[in-house]
């Protein structure tokens, strides 16, 4: 009896671990499952919220789940993955058919409620369906009236938010593809990024993502030396520092970054340490955005750049930067 208790607490610690391990603030969620990634992401992810696959698992094209939709019992939900990449592309729940106009109604109503809840209010479309546009998403609701008067609910999920984080890393946001930089400082003079959102740079070897897609370690190669990076994130999952570490020399380069209140990076401040770990240099970098793109990401920016070297005064310079990016999504 008390193996079998143990069994089942390691069971419970499992799946909340899996449940913490899964949050991605990043992406538009069902129930807080992402709904993002290939199978191996998402169908855990539905399942560590109480869906379950009832079609079968050896097909690769279609992915039909069944379970409580916020407490709606026998819900049916239905996944659509790219062609190109296998990733998610968006999602259907359907509730109902109701036979009576008031259990239709008393349940669009609570699940309207629910959903206004997490993401806003939803607005009126003209065709009479409601909506709401989140930073990474788009929700729709639909009803459908049958032949014999019942009614079927449905939400519509959109994921409008790449899979890997690493443009999001940058500061940027949507599914950029490549970005040139006039006066680049800390970064390439152009970055290219494939459709899942994922760095295309062979200068950033080992990488390694957590199941969500953030970086979260990877290594570099400079002068024939090895520097291994550890990537941090904040609960809003913006990148909160970078710990880039010299194996060979011991020295550690410390990133830290700032964001405002609408999660947009402002400021860089990096720190050097030798290998007594003792400050060597520090360069703090504040972004004055100029302008921007339709997808609010910076596309002319002041940096006031503030440099200190040890035995030396600190110095401060001003950098005009501007910025041409293309997105993968552009028609």
């Not at 690769?60 to 379970?67: I, L, P, Q, W």
């Not at 993401?119 to 014999?148: M, P």
Request: glycine share 6%; hydrophobic share 35%; net charge negative.
């Amino acid at each position: 009896m008390k193996k079998l208790g143990l069994l089942l607490l390691l069971l419970v610690a499992a799946q909340m671990a899996w449940s913490q391990a899964i949050y991605d603030p990043k992406c538009i969620t069902l129930m807080d499952a992402p709904l993002e990634g290939t199978d191996s992401a998402f169908v855990p992810a539905l399942k560590s919220v109480g869906f379950v696959r009832i079609d079968s698992e050896d097909d690769e094209d279609s992915y039909v789940f069944k379970g409580d939709y916020y407490g709606i019992k026998d819900a049916k939900l239905e996944v659509t993955v790219n062609d190109k990449t296998k990733m998610l592309s968006e999602a259907t729940v359907t509730c109902g058919p109701y036979r009576t106009r008031e259990l239709f109604e008393r349940n669009q109503k609570y699940l309207l409620g629910k959903l206004q809840r997490e993401w806003g209010n939803f607005k009126a479309k003209g065709d009479g369906s409601l909506y709401v546009l989140t930073d990474y998403g788009y929700i729709r609701q639909t009803i459908t009236l049958h032949e014999n008067g019942a009614h079927s609910i449905h939400y519509y999920y959109l994921n409008m938010a790449p899979f890997y984080k690493d443009a999001s890393n940058m500061g940027l946001k949507g599914f950029v593809q490549e970005v040139i930089t006039d006066n680049p400082v800390a970064e390439n003079p152009i970055e290219h990024f494939d459709e899942m959102g994922k760095l295309e740079s062979a200068e950033l070897a080992d990488r390694q993502y957590n199941q969500v897609g953030y970086l979260i370690a990877a290594t570099i190669t400079e002068g024939g030396e090895k520097k291994q990076i550890q990537y941090e994130y904040n609960d809003e999952g913006n990148l909160k520092r970078t710990i880039q570490t010299n194996t060979v020399s011991g020295l550690k380069l410390v990133t830290d970054y700032k964001y405002n209140d609408d999660g947009e990076m402002t400021q860089q401040a990096q720190k050097a340490f030798d290998k007594d770990n003792e400050c060597i240099m520090s360069v703090t970098m504040k972004y004055e955005i100029e302008e921007r793109d339709d997808n609010d990401n910076w596309t002319r920016n002041l940096l006031h750049i503030t440099n200190w070297l040890k035995g030396q005064r600190a110095q401060t310079i001003e950098v005009t930067q501007t910025r041409t990016i293309s997105y993968w999504d552009e028609d």
